[in-house]
């Protein structure tokens, strides 16, 4: 795909076959969705979790921003998108699951490791500059660990920490800490390699990642 028209031709293949042949199923998705996972990604085009994960339409909750974050929980005036989903996800939906899912080769973890728009005004770079200094903290341990390196070694190292980072920011909200303390809802982190397709889990009593 190249543009809008082609993506119009691939619209009418889904009317065709995908939509036909699950009539049933979004027939049951126009009353309602009952999703038990939710899944915040990143924006790249290159990792959406519904085709990594092959899942069905109405199967997950997806949120997609630049590097896959979660902001702390605050109660400042702004527009919280990802605290509104999250809260819809939670309290609404009352999804059992959140998966944080990171990946390789990841654009908004290499700024926030480079700080290379560290001064560009917004709508130059400005924009994704203040996002992603929710990523300082995780740059602060990738810096003392490798210092001045800066190889793939290290950038994956910062896109896991990236992961770990939302992971705390989603203890931050008191619904998310209380039904995780309950029991109702897990807390999962994760990381898809693009170079080799393979997805590791986090060990967060190790803070390692394993292939899944």
Known sequence: MTDFADMLQGYRRF???GWTQQRERWDELSEGQSPKVMVIACSDSRVDPAQIFDTSPGEIFVVRNVAALVPPFETNPGHHG???ALEFAVQVLK????VVMGHGKCGGCKAALSQDLKDAPPGEGGFIHNW???LDGA???VVERFGEQRDRDVE??????GVKVSLANLRSFPCVRA????GELKLVGSFFAIADGQLHVLDEQTGAFSPA
Request: charged share 40%.
């Open 139 to 141: 740059r602060d341990v």
């Open 15 to 17: 009317r065709n076959t």
């Open 156 to 161: 994956r190292a910062m896109e896991q920490e």
């Open 82 to 84: 990802v605290s509104a």
């Open 95 to 98: 999804v059992g699951e959140i």
């Open 132 to 134: 992603i200094e929710l």
């Open 179 to 182: 039904k995780e303390k309950s």
